[in-house]
């Protein structure tokens, strides 16, 4: 079982890999997980198609499982 800061390092390193893949900062996705700004439509269209990246099990580490379904399941329900 992961300890504490290795939880916390692998988020970080998620968030970092994640504003980059988006070509955005780290900073722009911890305001929006924090509900201070919303991405712009462009940048949500992105994030979907990641978010269908990680539901194949790509982009993640291992202890995450099927996040990348639930996320898509509950922001992009069609």
């Known amino acids: ?8 390092m692998t988020l970080l390193w998620f968030k970092v890999k994640f504003a ?16 201070r700004t919303k991405p712009l439509p462009l940048a949500l ?3 979907e198609a990641l978010l269908h990246q990680m539901g194949d099990g790509a982009f993640l580490p291992p202890l995450w499982g ?13």
């Open 1 to 8: 079982m992961p300890s504490r800061l290795q939880t916390l």
């Open 20 to 35: 980059a893949k988006l070509g955005v900062s780290f900073q722009s996705v911890n305001r929006w997980e924090k509900g």
């Open 45 to 47: 269209k992105q994030i």
């Open 66 to 78: 099927d996040r990348g379904k639930d996320l898509l399941a509950k922001y992009f329900c069609e």
